[in-house]
Antibody, heavy 123, light 107 residues
């Protein structure tokens, strides 16, 4: 069974930093691209970032470019999101999501999702 | 960015009703269109991918159709467990954007 478990969320002041993690199991992590998707309270879904299986291709939403960094450790079956210079509008539940197709170089349908981790940016 | 316009934003229907949600893309996205279901407090769940393909394990009362710019998602017979918000999503171009969502309630 595919499992994705996020951690690392919490309360942080504006301008602060936070590192999210996503632990994957139940599939060959090194074969699949991964994504971060967020959802502000009471709002819709927003794609945040993508990383290919080998980390060779990375994309970001304009809203986080230059502030967030996605990475992965295939030996540890883990995905990360380093979030710097956090703003109030970054407050959201952050989900990691696995692509549908393996060996992709662009985001594909998000077939599996974690339960999410809540990030609150507030003074 | 490609804009995804979903309608209606909410609807109320009776158990057993046929429910239809539409999603319009601001440009041609071929069939690179997915539908997700999100229940309150839960993560989204993929129901339909590539416009019309039913994800494994998803009940056959859910279906999708369309190509180009206009897409339709249908629940053939609404069940109480279908209460949720439904989102369309395109992945033809970056960023892979979502529609605004349709909240489905029981009348």
């Amino acid at each position: 069974e595919v499992q994705l478990v996020e951690s690392g969320g919490g309360l942080v002041q504006p301008g602060g930093s936070l590192r999210l993690s996503c632990a994957a199991s139940g599939f060959t992590f090194s074969s699949y691209s991964m994504n971060w998707v967020r959802q502000a309270p009471g709002k819709g879904l927003e794609w945040v970032s993508y990383i290919s299986s080998s980390s060779s291709t990375i994309y970001y939403a304009d809203s986080v470019k230059g502030r967030f960094t996605i990475s992965r450790d295939n030996a540890k079956n883990s995905l990360y999101l380093q979030m710097n210079s956090l703003r109030d509008e970054d407050t959201a539940v952050y989900y990691c999501a696995r692509d549908y197709y393996d060996s992709s170089s662009l985001p594909t349908p998000f077939q599996h999702w974690g339960q999410g981790t809540l990030v609150i940016v507030s003074s | 960015d490609i804009q995804m316009t979903q309608s209606p934003s909410s609807l109320s229907a009776s158990v057993g009703d046929r429910v239809t949600i539409t999603c319009q893309a601001s440009q041609d996205i071929s069939n690179y269109l997915n539908w997700y279901q999100q229940k309150p407090g839960k993560a989204p769940k993929l129901l339909i991918y590539d416009a019309s393909n039913l994800e494994t394990g998803v009940p056959s009362r859910f279906s999708g159709s369309g190509s180009g710019t206009d897409f339709t998602f249908t629940i053939s017979s609404l069940q109480p467990e279908d209460i949720a918000t439904y989102y369309c999503q395109q992945y033809d171009n970056l960023p892979p954007g979502f529609g605004g969502g349709t909240k489905v309630e029981i009348k």
